[in-house]
């Protein structure tokens, strides 16, 4: 079975960087085809896809956030963090966590509960 | 502005078909498979449909999926209150080399 959870802080103030730690269990992200990705969906809106890592360390980014978003791994750790600079509160919103499985096709089959993280001075 | 383009909201009767429909482009919809996603109220997403048209271990057969072109659907045979929820539509764009979903479709059960 797999799960993730995010944490970190649920208050930042603005400019300053948000970091985010997804704890995961239930596969290895040293195994083909695995990956971890973050989306983020603010209050009463849609959700929005904000970068993925795979198993090689091949990273994707939106292009809108690509110059302040950052995603790592630690395999040890069983962790995924992201590294989100120069937040405002049009950052606040509630971020998950997922992991993506490629087997041909490719799709998040398992979410994290989310965490509400609001951007306010 | 979603690149994927949903219906905000449907509603129908228990027992109704509904279908919600998701618009993309050539280099997302057109080129890539689509999932969909479920998202009951103050939870976190759910995949209901993977790769165009199949159902994960535990999705009812009441959801299916299709994909023509560069447009998806997602279909409720039998809808029944629990149904009530947020579903978004998803796929790769090989333009933005990212991601994208829909702007989701609020379906309520009458």
């Known amino acids: 079975q797999i799960t993730l959870k995010e944490s970190g802080p649920t208050l930042v103030k603005p400019t300053q960087t948000l970091t985010l730690t997804c704890t995961f269990a239930g596969f290895s992200l040293s195994t083909s085809g695995e990956g971890v990705g973050w989306i983020r969906q603010p209050p009463g809106k849609a959700l929005e896809w904000l970068g993925l890592i795979y198993w090689d360390d091949d990273k994707r980014y939106s292009p809108s956030l690509r110059s302040r978003v950052t995603i790592t791994k630690d395999i040890s750790k069983n962790q995924v963090v992201l590294t989100m600079t120069d937040m405002y509160p049009v950052d606040t919103a509630t971020y998950y966590c997922?992991?993506?499985?490629?087997?041909?096709?490719?799709?998040?089959?398992?979410w994290g509960q989310g965490t509400l993280v609001t951007v306010s001075s | 502005q979603s690149v994927l383009t949903q219906s905000p909201s449907m509603s129908g009767t228990p027992g109704q078909r509904v279908t919600i429909s998701c618009s993309g482009s050539s280099s997302s919809i057109g080129s890539n498979i689509v999932n969909w996603y479920q998202q009951l109220p103050g939870t976190a997403p759910k995949l209901l449909i993977y790769g165009n048209d199949h159902r994960p271990a535990g999705v009812p057969d009441r959801f299916s999926g299709s994909k023509s072109g560069t447009s998806a659907s997602l279909a409720i045979s039998g809808l029944q209150s629990e149904d009530e929820a947020d579903y978004y539509c998803?796929?790769?764009?090989?333009?933005?080399?990212?991601?994208?979903f829909g702007g989701g479709t609020r379906v309520t059960v009458l």
């Open positions: 998803a796929a790769w764009d090989d333009s933005l080399n990212g991601e994208v």
């Open positions: 997922a992991h993506q499985f490629c087997g041909g096709d490719c799709y998040f089959d398992s």
